[in-house]
């Protein structure tokens, strides 16, 4: 598994990490998810910052706890990471990249012709 980075907190990348996963459907609603001292053990790592990022799941309702037994995917999970991702994709990837196109000349139509070429 890749290192942590120094661009932001150990526990929003965890977290980051569990939605990717569930995300690429690598872990599916129902799915146990590592506990967060295996978490912790695996990558060396605080178990208060591993359940710092289970946490935050929680309360997004990406994850639940099941009592005795462990961290479990939520019905329903993917699809709102999907809608989130959706809606931010836009103005996060699209706008940008289409702000660039146009300051090299790109038009429309040759973006069109890519996109049905690389399709």
Excluded: C
């Amino acid at each position: 598994m890749e290192p942590f980075d120094d661009s932001s907190p150990i526990y929003l990348q965890i977290a980051d990490r569990i939605r990717r996963s569930v995300l690429s459907g690598e872990l599916r609603e129902g799915d146990q998810v590592m506990s967060t001292t295996q978490y912790a053990t695996t990558h060396r790592i605080n178990p208060a910052t591993a359940a710092k990022a289970m946490g935050l799941l929680v309360d997004e309702g990406l994850i639940h706890k099941r009592r005795g037994i462990g961290m479990f995917v939520s019905d329903g999970a993917r699809e709102q990471l999907r809608t989130a991702r959706r809606e931010s994709y836009w103005e996060q990837v699209m706008q940008p990249a289409l702000d660039d196109a146009r300051a090299l000349g790109i038009t429309t139509d040759e973006i069109i012709t890519w996109l049905k070429e690389t399709s």
